[in-house]
């Protein structure tokens, strides 16, 4: 099975603009979930998407969305970046249960000059 | 207090040792899951747990839920086992992450 990808994997915005993130999951996955992470606070979670619905949410502000298609593949947006928000966006797949193994991409580097 | 502590924070070790790497959490969860991510960003999943111990390889997990305290053992610790090891409790993918071990392993 082909693994989790994630496209770009690179890019470079500036300040106040807005960016979208893909998430293509392995096949038959209905889950997907999203992870920034940071050298000062490590890996934090954005959102998690299950059959298409939102199911649980981190503690970011409303600039972080997603949203998931029904093929489960699932996007993230930033919108009015800040220079905080140059990251690593990691997403994950899993089979959705109540407890499933993480299976992750590669990332996106994004940097906000 | 961190709702998940990792120690140590860096560990150096001589091929060949045994590694202990410890995890402790204050939430409540459906399971812990031991992470490897090697330079270069790329997180590959060791272990999920729920209870008891699960074994790959070289590689052992425990978990003591009445305790919420988990460990991750490396025998025969090897140069390759060189990464950052990261813990991460919670529940489906609302996940709450220690923050990190940083192993390397001298030949």
């Known amino acids: 099975k082909a693994g989790v990808t994630q496209t770009p994997r690179y890019l470079i915005k500036t300040r106040g603009q807005q960016v979208t993130l893909s998430c293509s999951p392995i096949?038959?996955?209905?889950?997907v979930s999203w992870y920034q992470q940071t050298p000062g606070q490590g890996l934090q979670f954005l959102f998690e998407?299950?059959?298409?619905?939102?199911?649980n949410k981190g503690n970011f502000p409303g600039r972080f969305s997603g949203r998931q298609f029904s093929n489960s593949r699932s996007e993230m947006n930033v919108s009015t970046l800040e220079l905080g928000d140059s990251a690593l966006y990691l997403c994950?797949?899993?089979?959705?249960?109540?407890?499933?193994?993480?299976?992750f991409g590669p990332g996106t580097r994004l940097t906000v000059t | 207090k961190n709702e998940v502590e990792q120690s140590p924070q860096n560990l150096t070790a001589q091929e060949g040792e045994f590694i202990t790497i410890n995890c402790s959490y204050s939430?409540?969860?459906?399971?812990l899951h031991w992470l490897q991510q090697h330079p270069g960003g790329g997180i590959v999943s060791l272990f999920m747990?729920?209870?008891g111990k699960k074994k790959h390889g070289r590689l052992i997990a425990t978990i003591n839920i009445q305790e919420k305290h988990s460990s991750l053992h490396i025998t025969a610790s090897h140069p390759r086992d060189s990464a950052v090891y990261i813990c991460?409790?919670?529940?489906?993918?609302?996940?709450?992450f220690g923050k990190g071990t940083k192993l390397s392993v001298k030949p």
């Open positions: 939430v409540g969860i459906s399971a």
């Open positions: 747990l729920s209870s």
């Open positions: 994950a797949s899993g089979s959705g249960g109540p407890a499933y193994e993480q299976y």
């Open positions: 096949s038959g996955h209905r889950s």
């Open positions: 991460a409790a919670g529940s489906q993918g609302n996940l709450i």
């Open positions: 998407y299950f059959s298409e619905t939102q199911r």
